[in-house]
């Protein structure tokens, strides 16, 4: 495992609709809406039986500001954990005529894994840099100016660069587990682990993570004045998939912005609350 997150190659796309794997089960129910609310018990009320994911967002880590181009980057390690008691799992939509993939839907399970509610949530989307499939709008990365001293989770607005781009970034994801989170999971093994054209997902327990070196894991903060600001992510930030709990998505880091002559300078000064030594990054993976 490296930090280039390489994967099988990508399959053509004359070959998609038979190289996708078979789910077993009962026929799939009725689709679900969007953002279907939860009931007290915690599942969809409009998918029964189905048990859901949660996600969270870790901490961010390995922060650092990189020169690229002219640009300052921030660069980070993100991770998105799934502390639900189901999967996330997406799978593609692929027209009959062409063959080709259309949009992504979330597949909720049942507690014996089989699928008893389908959503279409989203999109499949290539991307050639990473040189395979992710699944849109996952996260929302954000850099906000601090109403404090970094310490009380303050913040206000997004920050804009030397060329006035706010710096609000809305980013695609290979969904696959990374790493476990905790050794909280009920199973020790991968279950979702490819970025091609077939079920990617985040099982129960499991992270999801973005390594700072990746290809555009990364804030552009060309020209923004020294001070103290938030960088912010949050998972499912429109709400378009289907969780357990909307409320607990984001996580922060607060740091200190300083010039002076060459390069500047980025020094963490704290981040928020997490219900674990996971979700505070302690397991990122740096490579």
């Known amino acids: 495992m490296n930090g280039t997150r390489t994967r099988a190659a990508v399959l053509v796309a004359a070959a998609l609709a038979a ?9 799939v129910a009725a ?3 969007r953002a279907t609310p ?3 018990d915690g599942q969809p009320s409009q998918c029964p039986g189905g048990v859901l994911a949660d996600l969270q967002t870790v901490v961010p880590k390995h922060l650092g500001i990189q020169n690229q181009q002219n ?3 921030l660069r980070f390690t993100n991770g998105v954990a799934n502390l639900g008691e189901g999967d996330f799992r997406m799978s593609p939509i692929i027209d009959a005529d062409s063959g080709q993939i259309v949009s992504a839907q979330q597949e909720i399970l049942d507690a014996a894994g089989n699928v008893v509610c ?3 949530v989203g999109e499949f989307i290539f991307h050639p840099e990473h040189n395979h499939w992710h699944i849109a709008d996952v996260a929302l990365y954000e850099v906000r100016v601090a109403r404090d001293d970094g310490h009380g989770g303050l913040y206000g607005d997004v920050v804009a660069n030397v060329h006035d781009f706010a710096n609000s970034v809305k980013t695609t994801f290979c969904l696959i587990d990374w790493y476990q989170l905790d050794s909280n999971s009920n199973r020790g093994e991968r279950v979702y682990w490819d970025c091609s054209a077939g079920l990617q997902g985040i099982q129960s327990g499991w992270v999801d993570q973005y390594h700072h070196s990746l290809p555009d894991q990364n804030i552009d903060l060309t020209g923004v004045d020294p001070g103290v600001y938030y960088l912010l992510s949050t998972a ?3 709400g378009d998939y ?3 709990d909307y409320t607990n998505n984001s996580a922060w880091v607060s740091f200190r912005l300083q010039r002076g002559g060459g390069n500047p300078k980025l020094t963490e000064i704290d981040h928020s609350t997490c219900s674990s030594p996971g979700m505070c990054g302690e397991q990122a993976l740096n490579r």
């Not at 190289?19 to 026929?27: E, F, I, M, T």
């Open 242 to 244: 289907v969780e357990s």
């Open 31 to 33: 689709p679900i809406p």
């Open 236 to 238: 499912n930030p429109d």
């Open 38 to 40: 939860v009931t007290p």
């Open 71 to 73: 640009a300052e980057m």
């Open 19 to 27: 190289s996708l794997p078979l789910v077993a089960g009962p026929a």
């Open 118 to 120: 389908v959503e279409e």
